[in-house]
Structure formats: C-alpha cells, structure tokens
C-alpha cells in the first residue's frame, strides 16, 4: 500500500472531524482551545472570520459537526463535544468594543466595481463581508425591514435573541453596505439594467409548502403557512393565535410553529405528521425543547381533511396510517382501515417543507433553469449561466442550513472577485494549511494533552413556565464560562496531527505499548484492506484513514496508525525516544475572497 | 509529562475467557526512559496473560530493585506483587509458592540483580526447580546507576561513555541450563510475537521457566559499539524457530513437515509447537542447547527462541512433598489433627 502523504491537506483535514464536517470548515479545536484558555475574543474572531455568525450559530447551528465528533464514538457510552454551545460561549463572554476594533479595515477608496446582493440572509451577508474589504460597492437588496433574512423571519426570538442577530448583521452592513430595504427585487432584468457588474442572489427558498385537501379554502383564515406565519409573528404582524392548535410537519419549522404558538395564547398545541417520528426531519434537541414545553407528537397521521363547521375551521380528520419499507427502504404508508380521526382545532399551521422560487428571474437573461424548475448553478464557483450572477444559500440548490449558506457565501465572493479581476473562476486558490511542533519540553505540550472523562455538560433552560410567558425571552441560557471550560475540555484536540518521521524511528514499540486506544501497528506492508485485518486492534471503521510510513523503517516494515480512535493524547510522542513522533498542530483555512492579497479579521 | 493514561481503550477490544479486555491487566503508566525496551517486556507480558485469560489475582509479581524491578507497576495493575530486597526476590519468590502453590509466580529481574547482587539467590531457585516464571530484562548496564557495564555485558561492549568492557560476560540462559533449569529460552524486547508465546509457554511449564530478554536501555546502552541496542541486537538476531503456544482448549490445526519441527505437550495438556530454523538443535537435549548458544556467539549471533524444555519436570512442592493446599487454606485441624493421628506417628517410630 502507498505511504500516506501527509503533506496533502486533506489527509490531516479528515482527522479533524468536526472541522470536516462543518460545511465552512470552523477550526473547532482551536476556538476552543481559546475558550479554555478564556481567550473569547480570540475564539469569537477565529469563529466570526469562519462562519460569520459565531453568536447565532452558538444557538441555532444544525451542528453537523457534533454527529462527526471523535469523542462520540470512542466509547459506547460517550458524547460529542457540545461544540456549538462552546460557540456560544464565545459570543456570550467576547469584549464586543475589541471585535469592532478587530473588524477588517474597509479602504476608503472603492475599485469601482458594484455588486448587488438580492437577499438579506446569511449567504448574501457573506458575500458583503468577503468583498467590501477588497474595495468593492456593495448594494443589498431585501423586502424585509432589516437584514438576516430567514435568520429573521423564520427563528422565533426565543432561540435567537435580536440583539445577538443585530450586533452580527450589523458588524457587515457597518462596513459600508447599501442596504435597500423594504424593496423587493420584483425583476432580475431591472437589477442587471442598473450596470452591476456582478449579482448575487441569496434569496433562500422563500416559499412554503401547502396542503390541498378538502376545506382548506373555506377555512384559509385560520390556516396559516409555517415560514410565512413565522415571519408575521417575527414583525409582530400577528400577535396571537387560537386555543388549540395543530402543526403539521416534523421539521425545524415545525418545532418553531409549535412553541411559538403557545407563546401567543395557545395552551393545546399538537405536532401531527404523516411518518412514524423517527423520520421527523427537525433536530433531535429541538424537538426535545419542544416536549419539554409540553407539546405532544402525533405520528403516522396523515391528513384527510379540514373540517369547517359553520364556516369556520373546527379541526382535521386523519388516517391512521404504518410505516413499511421495501427492499430498497423505499417507504409507503398503509392505512390502518380504521375510522378517521378528528383532532379539534381553531388553527393550523403547515410546516410541511418549503421550496424555492424564482418568478422575478426573467427567462431570457442567458441564465439557465433545469430540474425542478432550479437555476444551473456551478457547484464549486456558484456562477449561473449568466456569468455576471451567482447564487448562494439555500436558492443555489435547495434548503439547507445557515452554515451551509455562509460556506456558500464564501465561495461565491471567490468567484465574484476572481470574475471581476478577469480571471477564471476555476482556478481557485487552494486551501491554507500549516503544521507546527507543540512540543514545548521533554514531555510538555502547549496544549491540554491529558483526556477528561467528564460526560457532556447539558445548557441550562428558563424555567419552562417563565419561558412561556414571553415570546422573547430566551429559552437556552448557555454554559456560564466554568461549565464552558469543563466542556471544552473534553475536545480530544484532533487537530494536534501525530506525525511520524520513519528516519528518526528505531522500532522500539514504545508507542505501540503505550497507546490507549492501539491505534499503532509496526508490521509488514499489504493492501489496505488485508493490513486492516491484522492491526493491533480491530480496523473496521472504512470512514478513518490509516496513516502509512513508508518502509524505509530499520527492520523494513511500515509503521500503521489507524486515525479512528485515536486520542491525540501525545503518549506516543512523549514515550518515543527519538522524537520519530510529534505532536502538529494542523491549522486548514478555505481560502477567501483576496486571501492572497488582505488577511481578514487577522490579530493585531 | 502524563501520568496518567487516559481511561478510553479502543471499543472493539477483544475479550478473553473471563471476559476481561487488555485494559483488566495493564498497570500504571511508565516512568522509565521513553522508549526502553523492558516497557517492551511488560506489555508483552500483559498481552500473554491476558490471552491466556489467567485472573489477575492468581498472580503475583515478584521483583528486586532496579529499572527492571520497577515494572510490576506498570503491568497486572489488579494483581498481588512482592518488590524485595536488592537480588533476593528468588528467595521471596520461593517462600511465596512454599506457601501458596496454587498461585502463578511472575518474577521480573534485571542482569544486575541477577547476574551480580542476587547470582547466590537466582542459582538456587534454578537448581530447587521452584515453579515460577523468571524473566531476566538484560540491558547489559545499570541503567539506574547511570550506565555501567553490568556482568552481561559482552567483552569489548561500548556503553554511551565509550569504554570498551573488558570482562568476560556471564551467560545467563547457559547457567541456567547447567544449574538444571527445566524450561531455557531467550528473546529480544524488541520481538513481541516471539516473545509473548514464550511468557505464555514459560507460564504453562510447572519448574523454574527462566527467559534471558535482551532489552536495550536507550539511555545508556543503546549506542554504536554497544552489543545491546536496538540495532546491534536486530542486525544479530538469529531464532531457533518461531514458536506456537496451543491451549489445551484449542484444535492444533498448523501442519509442519516432518524433521523441521517439535511439539511437546505440558501437563495441561497444552502444546508447546516449535518450528525449527536450526535442525541441529534438540529442545529436549541441554548439551544441544549449549553448544548451539556457544557456536552462534562464535558467528557473532545472538541465539534467541525456545532453546530447553523439560516438561516432565518435577518441580520443588512434588520433591519435597509438601502441602498440596496453599497454607492459607489449611485449618486447625489440618494443623492440630489431634492425638490420635500423633499416637499413630509416634508409633511408626518406635
């Protein structure tokens, strides 16, 4: 089998898990680090420089990297690090006048280029935040009266706190963003009209799913659309909705329709969906939220009908339905032949999926739409057929996350700014990747080396009957800074690399007897396959690399280190005796918008 | 510097008989040099006992003093252990199964506290067959003396302060084949999988299993012109054979062709299976084992492997007839049986 080559990014990049995971590629291990070292600023601007939007992701980021944490799969019992609270932590505990100071200079002479950005959300505050250090003009276009877009109108205050939203949509638009509110771009053509040189569209997918079944005509007033009754309550347009209430969907969306309604008056809320509750598509921690608050789940319920009695919504009747799957996990759901039943209701809220939508995008712009109706967007530069407009966020291909749209965001600002250098957006600049020696002593790290057992800290939550009597009033109060250190402690620091030097290595086994987890094996060389069979201990997670030396090893054989399980404890490197192994910290960053040219968000 | 080791072991570890994983066996972390080779040795000796699903508390570790002596510590953390006087633990260790046969003695040494302090002791625990494993962690210097050449140190040896030894080595596995030891075998620290079936034979052998492991001392021993680092020792090596270790609850199904091979069954019932690389050699014949140590040092080769084993052996409890129930479980009665019994005995005197 070939050596690894650790000089590949990748290769090192894949053992940082959560790093990986994270659609924007957040160096977790290093912010938090910083948050134990009580360094918030620090780790807010190793955050803001990143994702953009440390304080709102800190409270409502998907966490892909969680599920990919190494620390959940070291043991059967074990948890993953609660990274995104940790982001919180950072937010909550930076010296906000020092991040201002931190923000990246904007030149006051502008290169006379002007972008227009369509859409107010995270991937066009993205974009903003790339370009406007470069020098450009930046238009932002949004129908609603403030900046954040769906980070606005679809998270109730509850979870995300308007301050915490104001103070990061503010450090962008303070850079020197036009923003034009209360403006909605009603026709691509009038913008393109206007001599942008480039258009961003970040228009996410603004349109909510509908049921039609019998009744929904006759009872429309009191069935509201999930997003778009969100929204409404977000701008206070509604204010209060009836004494019982279904929700239908088991989505994100859902969960929010759920809580938000007994905020405005509700005391008899019921999530119903179709599926059994094992497929419900809303994270596992907000529906958790949302039963802690008393909100019953209905499953295998699929809706028949909107009862109106006297013109007026009086409830749904649904079929009993279970669940089979084929041999393909193809699902189909049978009905039970049971009668119908009815659920009382004076509202309903859909929250059934949403899509996106482009009846204000001309057909005769040269910009391309395919599959459902979707614009053909470039997966890596995010330029349309039109190679003046990009897309990002959730209107480039679909719903997805916030992260997801700021990773977007970051990649179109590449593209926009190569495009508008005259140079092709194809040729992209790799990723920046550094490896450093922590070795500060004989056996001393500059990082905590040492592996804590504690299980992961659970958030404290306002009182449920205090939370309920505030729409605003946050539920999640985040770790204070001692239980943020207890936390942060358990980061296993997959970012400090063990790397291998075959020259130095006398084959003494030292790190092959000390290490806890028998992740090394000095053995004969074969293809990757047959050497997982004969490691030191079983080698059947495929996802996890195994690093390989080369044998050019006193004895010939090759030194194998399966990457699954290890702790980075640094044991290995402190029992070698010719420092063959070393602990590296690994620091990958994507490339950004003119990172050849400025350092954005860089330490004074 | 860690002093601890993190409690997280791989998930997928394996469990032996007991339903035990390594991590039952292992001991504290190591606070000798990185990288010498008796850490080697303790990890091996874990691993063998771990397979051999051996309860850690039937076993107790005996040891001297010196870097070698130390390691109990970092091996059998659950298990009984005796850290005696400097080269006496082959008397602590004798009186030790005197009084509890049923136990399995592990005694860890060094070629200081055997070779030099404690030869008087180590002589007659060999000559009395005293049923215990003895192993012998050889760096061939007194590591934790700073370095000087120990008594196995070869002639002309350079340890780290560049002095060639002029003394005459004692050749520990050669002693203890000529004072009668019933089971001889050397290995090299740095050679696990020989290593770990020999501590596991040694283990099953009833007598005085004794194992020669030559095992560098990074700090002091292991550089150019010494004939016990690492690289000197894997560029001399030369084995006797590999050596399987069947349990008796085990099918042998490895097939060896005829002459190449010799199979002796313990009195378990487990099978000791060497796979010669040397035809000349007979495990049966001490005379056989000493001339083929002699004839590799004249070729400058280190002869490792199973070298000797006798496994008929009659080990110190059956020759002198003592107890057969550790004394521990013997009751007032088994001690006072009483006047008649004492009638009885002193009349076969008269």
């Known amino acids: 089998m070939k050596p690894t080559n650790i000089n590949d990014p990748e290769y090192f990049h894949k053992v940082v898990d959560c790093q990986l995971a994270c659609p924007a590629h957040t160096p977790v291990p290093e912010y938090i680090r910083l948050i134990a070292a009580e360094r918030y600023t620090d780790a807010y601007m190793v955050n803001w420089a990143s994702n953009v939007f440390p304080g709102v992701l800190g409270r409502t980021c998907d966490r892909p990297c969680e599920p990919a944490c190494r620390r959940g799969r070291v043991d059967e019992d074990e948890q993953p690090v609660a990274i995104c609270r940790l982001k919180r932590v950072a937010a909550d505990n930076k010296n906000d006048a020092e991040v201002i100071a931190r923000m990246p200079k904007i030149p006051a002479t502008k290169n006379d280029k002007r972008i227009a950005l369509i859409g107010g959300g995270p991937a066009s505050l993205t974009v903003a935040r790339d370009l406007m250090p470069l020098g450009y003009i930046v238009d932002l276009y949004d129908d609603q009266p403030a900046g954040g877009g769906f980070m606005r109108s679809q998270i109730p205050s509850f979870r995300l706190p308007e301050t915490v939203l104001n103070d990061e949509v503010n450090y962008i638009l303070d850079m020197g963003v036009i923003s034009r509110f209360d403006t909605y771009v009603d026709s691509l053509k009038d913008i393109l009209d206007k001599n942008y040189d480039a258009v961003f569209v970040g228009t996410g997918a603004p349109r909510g799913r509908d049921l039609i079944i019998p009744g929904r005509d006759e009872g429309t007033d ?104 084929d041999a393909n996990g193809k699902r189909s759901l049978i009905s039970l032949g049971e009668e119908p039943v009815m659920v009382e209701c004076d509202d309903v809220c859909i929250a059934i999926g949403q899509d996106n939508s482009f009846p204000w995008i001309e057909r005769d712009l040269g910009l391309e739409f395919g599959k459902w109706d979707m614009p053909v967007v470039d997966k890596e530069t995010f330029q349309s057929t039109n190679p003046k407009v990009f897309f990002g966020g959730d209107a480039a291909f679909g719903p997805e996350n916030v992260i997801t749209a700021v990773a977007h965001g970051h990649q179109a600002a590449v593209s926009i700014d190569l495009f508008l250098n005259g140079k092709n957006v194809q040729h992209r600049l790799a990723p920046g990747a550094t490896l450093v020696s922590q070795k500060m002593g004989i056996h001393e790290w500059s990082y905590d080396s040492g592996v804590v057992d504690d299980v992961r800290y659970a958030v404290p939550h306002t009182e449920v009957k205090l939370a309920l009597s505030d729409r605003k009033m946050e539920v999640e109060l985040g770790f204070d800074p001692l239980t943020g250190f207890a936390e942060a402690q358990r980061c296993l620091n997959c970012d400090a690399q063990t790397v291998f030097t075959e020259a130095k290595c006398i084959e003494c086994d030292a790190c092959v007897d000390i290490c806890p987890t028998d992740c090394i094996t000095f053995t004969h060389s074969g293809t990757e396959a047959e050497l997982r069979t004969r490691l030191s201990a079983p080698a059947n997670n495929l996802d996890q690399d195994l690093y390989i030396s080369t044998d050019k090893l006193p004895t010939g054989r090759i030194m194998v280190k399966d990457e699954n399980v290890c702790l980075h404890c640094g044991l290995c490197a402190e029992r070698c005796p010719t420092a063959a192994w070393d602990m590296q910290k690994f620091m990958y960053e994507v490339s950004k918008a003119g990172s050849d040219s400025v350092q954005l968000g860089a330490e004074q | 510097m860690s002093y601890l080791k993190p409690s997280f072991r791989h998930p997928d570890l394996p469990v032996n008989d007991l339903g035990y994983t390594k991590k039952n066996y292992e001991g504290a972390i190591s606070t000798l040099c990185a990288g010498c080779g008796h850490d080697s040795i303790s990890s091996a000796i874990t691993q063998a006992i771990f397979e051999l699903s051996i309860a850690p508390h039937n076993i107790a570790k005996m040891s001297g003093i010196g870097c070698s002596s130390k390691t109990p510590t970092y091996f059998l953390g659950n298990s009984h252990g005796f850290n005696s006087v400097h080269g006496r633990m082959p008397s602590v260790a004798t009186g030790a199964n005197m009084a509890n046969r049923d136990m399995i003695y592990v005694g860890v040494s060094g070629d200081g506290d055997t070779a030099s302090i404690g030869m008087g002791q180590f002589t007659h625990a060999v000559r009395r067959n005293v049923n215990m494993m003895y192993i012998v962690e050889n760096n061939g210097c007194y590591g934790l003396t700073k370095g000087q050449d120990s008594a196995t140190s070869d002639v002309g040896s350079k340890s780290k302060k560049g002095d060639p030894n002029p003394f005459e080595p004692i050749d520990l596995a050669s002693i203890a084949l000529q004072l009668g030891a019933t089971f001889v075998a050397r290995s090299f620290s740095g050679d696990k999988e020989q290593l770990i079936p020999l501590i596991k034979a040694a283990i099953a052998h009833q007598g005085f299993a004794f194992i020669d492991v030559v095992s560098p001392c990074v700090t002091f021993n292991n550089n150019p012109g010494s004939t016990k680092g690492y690289e000197y020792v894997r560029d001399h090596l030369a084995a006797t054979g590999t050596v399987d270790f069947v349990p008796m609850k085990d099918e042998i199904t490895t097939s060896y062709e005829a002459g190449t091979s010799q199979e002796v069954t313990l ?42 084993m006798d496994p008929d052996s009659q080990e110190l409890h059956e020759t002198i007839q003592s107890s057969n129930k550790p004394l521990r479980a013997l009751t007032e009665l088994d001690l006072c049986p009483g006047n008649k019994v004492l009638t009885s005995i002193n009349a076969s005197l008269r």
């Open chain 2, 267 to 308: 009195h378990d019932g487990s099978v000791v299976h060497l796979h010669k690389a040397d035809s000349r050699l007979d495990i049966h014949s001490r005379r056989s084992a000493l001339a083929l140590i002699k004839d590799y040092k004249a070729n400058d080769q280190l002869l490792t492997g199973l070298l000797y």
């Open chain 1, 222 to 325: 009191n069935i509201h659309i999930g997003i778009d009754w969100l929204s409404s309550v977000a701008f206070e347009h509604i204010e209060k909705i009836g004494k019982k209430v279904i929700v239908l969907g088991g989505g994100n969306t859902a969960m929010d329709c759920c809580r938000s309604s007994l905020r405005l008056g509700s005391d008899d809320v019921k999530v119903i969906v179709r599926s059994p509750r094992s497929e419900m598509k809303a994270s596992p921690w907000e529906i958790d939220d949302a039963e802690r608050e008393g909100i019953p789940m209905f499953e295998n319920h699929v809706p028949l009908e909107f009862v109106i009695k006297e013109g007026k919504l009086a409830g749904m009747r649904f079929d009993r339905v279970r669940a089979e799957y």
